[in-house]
């Protein structure tokens, strides 16, 4: 069966960078459109990026100009590059994606902690 396995999540000091992966195993799926998403403690969660199926990204403002996006097509796998890193960023990043297979259902990826400090 497919899943989407994250990781790349860990501690970083304010300023600093992480780099989150999620990967489609199994067979059966490609992505055709994703997004990530991240829930702080007490917070509802929250829309960070998205990747529809024309290439384009989009952001929310808090992490625009710092945040990126991408899709390496041969491994199957998604990237949310972080960079310069708030103590604000701080949470449990979702990826969610759309199989290019319109009769498969969307996945959750099982999400993966990132602990900005100071």
């Known amino acids: 069966q497919v899943q989407l396995v994250e990781s790349g999540g860990g501690l970083v000091q304010s300023g600093g960078s992480l780099r989150v992966s999620c990967a489609a195993s199994g067979s059966g799926f490609r992505f055709y459109a994703m997004g990530w998403y991240r829930q702080a403690p007490g917070k509802q969660r929250e829309l960070v990026a998205v990747m529809p199926s024309d290439g384009s990204t989009n952001y929310t403002e808090s992490v625009k100009g710092r945040f990126t996006t991408s899709r390496d097509i041969a491994k199957n796998t998604v990237y949310l590059q972080m960079n310069r890193l708030k103590p604000e960023d701080t949470a449990v990043y979702y990826c969610?994606?759309?199989?290019?297979?319109?009769?498969?259902?969307?996945?959750w990826g099982q999400g993966t902690q990132v602990t900005v400090s100071s």
């Open positions: 969610y994606a759309r199989d290019y297979n319109p009769t498969r259902p969307s996945l």
